[in-house]
């Protein structure tokens, strides 16, 4: 059983009941920018060349970014959230933020491509919420996924395309043009897991399939509606039961991934549409334009009128 804390985390083995208490160390996207062979734009995405080159340590580490890469020779073993997870040639590996990697094992041999991009910006990215779910939340349950050759081949021209952008200091937009990169090439991953799940049918747990309808419901209602009790009851189930299912599948809260959609909304809302802060805070159902910027101020860290400046 994982409880994730601020500083440390708590497992409980299969073999005894006793708590072993673990510190875990953040890897920070400061620190990932003095890896070898490696492109970045400020401190938002970081292309490495050779995945090899990612120091993963044998302690336990949790993130707080976003890593997508493909493997491309060897092998590497770690742990994700204590569960075991092997990476071969032509596998993807996903690791959002906040999950804690372990017990990383690589082959002398382990070579691939690699984007880690900062929550920040994927936050920019993104252009819908329902744009997040279909890759990410399938993620939870296939950390690694094999891609098909033509898939993989796709993959390899994203990198190379984005990595020649981002050498491209003298463009006037090239921000912008990586993050449009970007964005597409996850709606090409999101096409791959679409198939995929076409495909296999793959069948899913009770609490994953009330994971999977309370993050629906969130995207529809997240601006008009945010009492956990009212999304139990559209799912015809108790607040707790609701809870304890979206906390065993996700590790986190039904308040944290309300505020998560609406956050994301509001980020949309504020980069994406020339509407005045007093009409943002009407959509999204505000009792005032105060109670918005303190909301938003205590979570991003900055007010909406400086987060749209920004």
Request: with cysteine; glycine share 4%; charged share 25%.
């Amino acid at each position: 059983m994982l409880r994730i804390g601020r500083k440390d985390v708590y497992l409980r083995t299969e073999n005894t009941n006793v708590m072993e208490k673990l510190q875990i160390t953040e890897t920070s996207m400061a620190l990932a920018k003095q890896w070898a062979n490696s492109g970045f734009l400020d401190d938002d995405l970081l292309l490495l060349e050779h995945m090899s080159a990612v120091p993963f340590p044998q302690e336990p580490r949790r993130m707080n970014f976003i890593l997508i890469a493909l493997c491309t020779s060897g092998e590497v073993r770690y742990t994700m959230d204590t569960v075991e997870q092997v990476v071969t040639p032509g596998d993807l590996l996903i690791v959002s933020e906040r999950h804690v990697i372990d017990n990383y094992q690589p082959s002398p041999d382990l070579d691939g491509l690699c984007f880690i991009v900062s929550v920040n910006f994927f936050h920019e990215i993104i252009q819908n919420i329902s744009d997040l779910s279909a890759l990410f939340l399938f993620s939870r349950r296939h950390p690694v996924l094999h891609l098909k050759e033509r898939d993989q081949h796709v993959f390899h021209e994203y990198y190379s395309v984005i990595r020649s952008r981002i050498q491209g200091i003298d463009n006037h937009f090239r921000r912008d043009l990586i993050r449009t990169l970007l964005l597409a090439m996850f709606y090409d991953l999101s096409n791959v897991i679409y198939h995929f799940k076409q495909q296999t049918g793959e069948h899913q747990s009770r609490a994953d399939v009330i994971f999977t309808q309370f993050i629906k419901l969130i995207e529809d209602n997240c601006k008009y509606e945010r009492r956990v009790g009212w999304y139990a009851q559209q799912l015809g189930i108790t607040p707790k039961y609701l809870s304890e299912c979206v906390k065993h599948v996700s590790r986190r809260t039904p308040n944290e991934w309300i505020d998560n959609y609406v956050l994301l909304e509001l980020r949309v809302l504020l980069k994406n549409s020339t509407k005045s802060i007093k009409d943002i805070t009407e959509e999204m159902n505000f009792p005032n334009q105060s109670f918005l910027g303190k909301y938003f101020k205590e979570h991003v860290g900055l007010s909406p009128s400086e987060y749209r400046r920004k």
